[in-house]
């Protein structure tokens, strides 16, 4: 069974850059893609950021664009996403997820899902 943990989460003000990463253990052979969505409170859950493990290809919200990058590490199967220039409305609980397909990430439907990190972005 893969796990994904993920850290890096935590309070920034307005303008400021937080590193997220997500560590995918376990047979980590069998993912191609993994990625990042949010979450903020009475909000929907939708994705940030996506990335192919195989063939470094790479998909990005609107609203992130110019702002966040998303990264991996193959040697140690981790993603990283770099925020910067932070937005209070980029406050959320941000969520690593990973699928066998890249664009199973994308669509919004992995199959494993980590359990979070909050981001709070103060003005």
């Known amino acids: 069974q893969v796990q994904l943990v993920e850290s890096g989460g935590g309070s920034v003000q307005a303008g400021g850059s937080l590193r997220l990463s997500c560590a995918a253990s376990?047979?980590?052979?069998?993912?191609?893609?993994m990625g990042w969505f949010r979450q903020a409170p009475g909000k929907e859950r939708e994705v940030v950021a996506a990335i192919g493990l195989r063939d470094t290809s790479t998909y990005y919200a609107d609203f992130v664009k110019g702002r966040f990058t998303i990264s991996q590490d193959n040697a140690e199967s981790t993603v990283y996403l770099q925020m910067n220039s932070l937005r209070p409305e980029d406050t959320a609980m941000y969520y690593c997820?990973?699928?066998?397909?890249?664009?199973?990430?994308?669509?919004?439907?992995?199959?494993?899902w980590g359990q979070g990190t909050q981001v709070t972005v103060s003005s």
């Open positions: 376990r047979h980590a052979f069998s993912i191609n893609g």
């Open positions: 997820a990973a699928d066998q397909y890249f664009n199973g990430v994308v669509d919004g439907r992995p199959l494993l």
